[in-house]
């Protein structure tokens, strides 16, 4: 890594300029730009951003560190780090592991980045457009659940992995499902969440209609 550069008053109001720098994450920016100004599937949100942005200085702090994680085992280290609902003990137990490497989880932790900084850093520090177009509803709320089931998976995969390594549990080949069914509380009948959205809701309203 290189020391960040104080001497620059853009890069002292720009975070994720100054993490890039520190870390150095040479074309990440050019990245987050492209991602972010992408047009359809391809584009992604701030927050996705944010995300992405985080994992790439966990890696660098790990690699660093002499530490190689295949990409579920990083996210689901990232998921440990940051997502609220995990408990406190296996927060802890992933914070012994990785300053047990010789990582610095504070000041890995401290370098991660909020969306608003994201934003601040596209627009602001390299002039970036987000240009928003008339999309379907119905579309974006189905990309939108499968990005989300296709990271449950990753997680799920590499936690039962990691489980399955250290003798907690025992699994053999195995494959993670991950599904997301409506329940019409009305009538009682369920639907796969992106069944629903092609039959353009329950059957029951559509009959009333």
Avoid at 32 to 59: C, H, I, K, M, P
Avoid at 175 to 190: A, F, N, P
Wanted: a negative charge.
């Amino acid at each position: 890594m290189t020391s960040p550069t104080t001497s620059s008053s853009t890069t002292a109001r720009s975070k994720v300029r100054r993490v890039i720098e520190t870390y150095d994450l040479g074309g990440l920016g050019d990245d987050l730009e492209r991602r972010w100004t992408a047009d359809g599937d391809d584009q992604y949100s701030l927050r996705e951003l944010a995300a992405l942005f985080n994992l790439a200085v966990l890696r660098a702090a790990l690699e660093a560190a002499g530490v190689y994680l295949s990409e579920r085992e990083l996210e689901a280290k990232y998921e440990l780090l940051t997502d609220d609902d995990a408990s406190e003990s296996t927060r802890m137990q992933a914070v012994r592991s990785l300053e047990k490497d010789g990582v610095d989880i504070d000041d890995v932790t401290g370098d991660f980045v909020s969306h608003q900084a994201i934003y601040r850093y596209l627009k602001n520090h390299r002039g970036a457009s987000h240009e928003t177009t008339a999309s379907d509803p119905v579309e974006t709320a189905s990309q939108a659940i499968q990005r989300l089931r296709s990271r449950t998976n990753a997680v799920a995969n590499s936690n039962l992995e990691r489980l399955d390594d250290a003798g907690h549990v025992s699994v053999s080949d195995f494959e993670i499902l991950v599904d997301i069914t409506v329940l019409c509380t009305s009538c009682g009948q369920s639907a796969e969440f992106s069944t629903l959205l092609e039959r353009g809701g329950c059957r029951c309203t559509r009959d009333e209609r």
